[in-house]
């Protein structure tokens, strides 16, 4: 063998025992470890929304996007799970006290269109501080139609809330009355307990919390929820395991709201109570575009409650410090494992209307 071809077959023999060693393995290792998986990875449905962060940044279509702060994949045992991440304090917009980590979808649909939008998820924290005596402390919305017409108002909002020092918290949602008339601010929300309480039960002082719920869900406690809309009525259905499912209806066309004598109740305690009573046009929203919304949209907020003793928390905000805020828990965390969005054809572009909404 002469000496070239020695030295060629030496190189050659070097380049294979690198390629093979240890350290070249780690290292490719490392480079496959560095591999991003995106939420669009994991719930392949971004081309149906624009996106809205906590931070009040308008992402538009989330498709290969994440914010570390924010919007991001974590990995629990076997799954992947989108989170959703929103402080007590930042940027919020339209009337909306409140900061929000949140996909809203790129169309507007009628209530007679069939819509559908499904959901497993669980709520991995809810701000740690506010004031009890108010509603919306300590709670999150991770589910929504909202209207994208007339007064911009909410014939659902699902909720999870759950007081300090409970292990279990509670699931609900709200139908808010389309306001009669040009003025809307008489509207209210009426709310319907599904796991634990509904938004109605609040504590009696600033910082003592009432029993905690018996059949109620446990942060970090899956459950389910699939809202279909149809020919003017809206079908709920709520799952979780060891927990008895629910199911419920309600007219989005034909309003039980007209009168004030009609007012319920709970409406009566807590939104009469402070000058919103107001009634609902006949055909409800039946004149409206609606469109879905889910994430987290953190309820808790660092208002004086003076303001408003069921929106404003009252909450740590740290002056809107954010890594603060997440620090000492006064954010609100909501993780979703899957969900699924389908409207019938005749739906129309919603494109740019959702960072003017509440």
């Not at 007590?88 to 009337?95: A, L, P, Q």
């Not at 054809?345 to 919603?350: G, I, L, P, Q």
Request: with cysteine; charged share 20%.
């Amino acid at each position: 063998m002469n000496l070239t071809i020695r030295l060629l077959f030496l190189a050659l023999l070097s380049i294979i025992l690198t390629n093979c060693s240890p350290e070249s393995s780690a290292k490719d290792s490392d480079t496959q470890a560095t591999v991003t998986t995106y939420p669009s990875d994991v719930i392949p449905f971004m081309e149906e929304w624009n996106l809205i962060l906590g931070s009040g940044e308008n992402v538009g279509q989330a498709n290969r996007f994440e914010h570390q702060d924010f919007f991001y994949v974590t990995h629990d045992g076997e799954t992947n799970w989108v989170v959703y991440k929103a402080p007590n304090s930042g940027e919020t917009h339209g009337t909306s006290n409140n900061t929000r980590t949140e996909l809203a979808q790129r169309k507007k649909w009628s209530p007679m269109t069939n819509a559908k939008l499904t959901a497993t998820l669980k709520v991995a924290n809810v701000s740690t501080t506010g004031d009890a005596r108010v509603a919306a402390s300590y709670a999150v919305v991770v589910g929504q139609i909202h209207s994208a017409d007339g007064h911009e108002n909410e014939p659902l909002k699902i909720f999870y809330k759950k007081f300090p020092g409970h292990t279990k918290g509670s699931v609900f949602w709200h139908y808010e009355i389309n306001t009669a008339g040009d003025d809307n601010s008489g509207r209210w929300d009426y709310s319907t307990a599904v796991w634990g309480y509904d938004f109605s039960v609040v504590g009696r002082e600033e910082s003592t919390y009432p029993e905690e719920p018996e059949d109620g869900i446990a942060l970090g406690e899956e459950f389910s929820y699939e809202i279909e809309v149809k020919e003017g009525i809206m079908y709920l259905k709520f799952t979780s395991e060891g927990h008895e499912s629910k199911t419920f209806t309600k007219n989005l066309i034909v309003s039980e709201y007209t009168t004030v004598a009609a007012i319920p109740e709970q409406t009566q305690k807590l939104f009469v109570s402070i000058g919103q009573g107001g009634v609902e046009r006949e055909n409800a929203y039946a004149a409206e575009g609606l469109f879905f919304k889910q994430g987290a949209y953190n309820q808790t907020n660092g208002k004086s409650p003076e303001l408003n003793k069921n929106w404003c928390s009252g909450a740590e905000t740290y002056g809107g410090d954010i890594q603060k805020q997440y620090e000492t828990g006064n954010y609100a965390e909501v993780w979703f494992k899957t969900a699924s969005i389908f409207v019938s054809k005749d739906a129309v572009s919603n494109e740019g209307y959702f960072i003017k909404n509440d």
